[in-house]
């Protein structure tokens, strides 16, 4: 079965792996921003909301039979994420050699795709010339996304072949902003080379009570309990992210506005956190501020916020 989910914030056009082209400043009056612009006036409106889905899909097959090239080749969708419970990555020793193929046959299927004529669906159209054998389109390589949160199963989703990576709370207790910055300059560096240009992570989750890793299942998967470090510690591990994968890897950090104080799993029900906009801003919401607008880097700059799925009884007005 075919998975749909939604790249939500923001929508960026990726346009060339290799150009180092991210989120920054004055956007406005770069070149790599006009020519998106462009492109994009010559999508049709399916082709638009084709870009706004990212999918996942079951094996490591890409052939003309399968869901996943039939979703790139005639619905236009703007990437894939590679999970493990997917079985897109096979067992050691050939991991990472696998993983590196099968990212390079979807790019290619979506390339090609680029390049094949339309197909009129009117019966009556009879063309008054011959329709040549290829029409020139722009091709826009697709999202290649992973999650890859360090200290194996069942945070990584490549388990061989890769250097062993602390988990996020290990690095917290370091309190060495220049260690986070270090793992993920690692990271970047191997799932760039891999084909990976876009990592789903990390969280900057703030689990201010203890307690509370029991209650919401988020395990060793977060920096700590103190909104600045986990602020400070997110910026570094993305700066990292960013620059060992000499710029070639956006980064969506997860859960925006932050679920570190939720009453229960996200998986099993719409979970609750019961605090007001004030104590959002001050705990849960202050490490995705120090990564967007106040950011003190481009390199630390996040990319993209990946939205929870979460309830704020807070914006409720019932506390």
């Known amino acids: ?37 462009t492109i994009l006036e010559k999508m049709t409106p399916e082709e638009r909301v084709g ?7 079951p094996g490591s097959r890409v052939d ?10 005639r ?13 897109n ?4 020793p050939d991991t990472i050699s696998t993983a590196y193929q099968l990212i390079a046959q979807l790019q290619n299927v979506a390339k090609q795709a680029s390049i094949i004529p339309p197909v009129s669906t009117e019966i009556s159209e009879i063309p008054s010339e011959p329709v040549p054998t290829a029409v020139p389109a722009n091709y826009i390589p697709l999202f290649i996304g992973v999650s890859q949160d360090g200290d194996g199963y069942p945070n990584d989703q490549i388990l061989n072949g890769l250097t062993p990576l602390p988990a996020l709370m290990a690095l917290g207790a370091a309190w060495d902003p220049a260690l986070a910055e270090q793992v993920g300059r690692v990271a970047g560096r191997e799932l760039s080379a891999i084909g990976f240009n876009l990592y789903l992570g990390p969280s900057l989750d703030v689990l201010e009570a203890p307690e509370t890793t029991l209650l919401n299942g988020s395990d060793a998967n977060v920096f700590g309990g103190d909104p600045y470090w986990v602020g400070v510690m997110g910026s570094a591990y993305i700066a990292g992210l960013h620059t060992g994968s000499d710029e070639r890897m956006l980064v969506i950090v997860d859960h925006f506005p932050g679920r570190g104080s939720a009453d229960r799993p996200v998986g099993e029900e719409a979970a609750t956190v019961r605090k007001s906009l004030e104590q959002l801003k001050q705990i849960e919401l202050a490490p995705f501020f120090a990564v967007t607008g106040n950011a003190q880097t481009s390199q630390s700059t996040v990319d993209g916020l990946l939205v929870s799925h979460i309830r704020y009884q807070g914006f409720q007005g019932n506390i």
């Open 1 to 37: 079965r075919i998975l749909l989910s939604l790249l939500l914030i923001p929508l960026i056009f990726y346009i060339n792996p290799a150009s180092g082209v991210r989120a920054s400043g004055a956007v406005q009056n770069n070149p790599d921003t006009t020519r998106a612009q």
């Open 75 to 87: 619905y236009h969708v703007g990437g894939v994420v590679l999970r493990a419970a997917n079985d």
């Open 89 to 92: 990555f096979v067992a050691a």
């Open 51 to 57: 870009q706004l889905f990212l999918v996942s899909f």
């Open 64 to 73: 003309e039979k399968s869901n996943i090239q039939d979703l790139i080749t």
